[in-house]
């Protein structure tokens, strides 16, 4: 088992070693400390929010009250699961690491930025599918920015995703079980403008 264990940790090395080293690039050092930024996405958040009830209507609420309870879960369970496993971060471990963001005191296992993304993504993938083709490449992109900047292991960021997936698709199934049909958060989403369309079609 401790053969096993440590096996596992050096492919996990390698491919740290790989992505934060190997693959280092001028255009990347840019952009993927820009898809690590609480900050922006706070800003992407504030225009988009607004955005959804207008294109959606009122079912839009619910829906984004599902999406701000996943990712508040899966924060919280990614913190808790930090306490257990207390797995240290490679930029406190790993000498030649291409440091390109703080490294916190914070334990690595899970990324809460992975858990969280990828919790956002599911919901919004499950009601709006238009959209996972966005959401689920973002989520992925945020991800593989936590190994790119030197703060996480691949296997960090790995168990962050299946947390949050977890998260996000319990939530919407749950929804989807107990809101009024109406309300609920668990459906797709259609715009409002085909609702629109539909109905003046049956009038006619």
């Given at each position: 088992?401790?053969?096993?264990?440590?096996?596992?940790?050096?492919?996990?090395?390698?491919?740290?070693?790989?992505?934060?080293?190997?693959?280092?690039?001028?255009?990347?050092?840019l952009l993927m400390p820009a898809l690590s930024d609480k900050w922006l996405g706070l800003l992407v958040v504030a225009v988009v929010v607004p955005w959804l009830p207008i294109r959606y209507g009122r079912r839009a609420w619910p829906a984004i009250a599902l999406a701000v309870l996943a990712v508040s879960l899966s924060d919280l369970g990614a913190?808790?699961?930090k306490d257990v496993v207390q797995r240290i971060r490679p930029c406190h471990v790993i000498s030649e690491v291409h440091l390109l963001a703080g490294c916190t005191r914070s334990f690595a296992m899970p990324s809460?930025?992975?858990?969280?993304?990828?919790?956002?993504?599911?919901?919004?993938?499950?009601l709006l599918p238009r959209w996972r083709w966005v959401v689920l490449p973002?989520?992925?992109?945020?991800?593989y920015s936590r190994v790119y900047l030197g703060v996480h292991y691949p296997t960090d960021v790995l168990?962050?995703?299946v947390c949050g997936?977890?998260?996000g698709w319990g939530l919407t199934v749950a929804a989807r079980s107990l809101l009024p049909a109406k309300w609920a958060a668990g459906r797709?989403?259609?715009?409002?403008?085909r609702a629109c369309g539909a109905d003046a079609g049956a009038a006619s």
């Open positions: 088992m401790a053969d096993m264990v440590g096996s596992l940790y050096g492919i996990d090395h390698t491919i740290f070693l790989v992505v934060n080293r190997t693959l280092q690039n001028p255009v990347f050092d913190g808790v699961i809460n930025h992975a858990s969280n993304m990828f919790a956002l993504a599911t919901v919004t993938g499950i973002l989520a992925g992109s945020v991800a168990v962050g995703a997936i977890a998260v797709a989403l259609e715009p409002r403008t």
